[in-house]
């Protein structure tokens, strides 16, 4: 096997591993975007576990300040389309549909 097989080989495996790393980059911006704007309090929300479910749903979890200031802890939210209509629920303390979504 000569340096230009391999140079092949290395290119034809990387390639793709480089789309699905930007395609997974878009996907969690986008998401913290959707989220973002139906806080509260966006700055600093701090997010974990985003991820895409078999159903296409976006979820994860938001960590956010209330109007004092103060985190509130980590509540589930998802995102059902990231492309047109969004529909963005994020988890309160009575209602927990999010959760419910995500845990299918």
């Not at 495996?13 to 997974?24: D, E, N, Q, S, Y």
């Not at 749903?57 to 939210?77: D, H, L, P, S």
Request: a positive charge; glycine letters at 6%.
């Amino acid at each position: 096997m000569n340096r230009r097989d391999i140079l092949f080989i290395v290119l034809i495996t990387t390639i793709p591993l480089g789309v699905l790393a930007i395609a997974r980059y878009q996907t969690v911006h986008m998401t913290e975007d959707a989220i973002n704007a139906k806080l509260t309090n966006s700055h600093g929300a701090k997010f974990k576990n985003i991820r895409r479910t078999t159903t296409g749903t976006i979820c994860g979890e938001v960590n956010a300040k209330n109007k004092n200031g103060e985190y509130q802890g980590f509540r589930f939210f998802y995102v059902s389309n990231l492309a047109e209509k969004q529909t963005v629920w994020i988890d309160n303390d009575s209602a927990y549909l999010a959760y419910k979504v995500c845990s299918r």
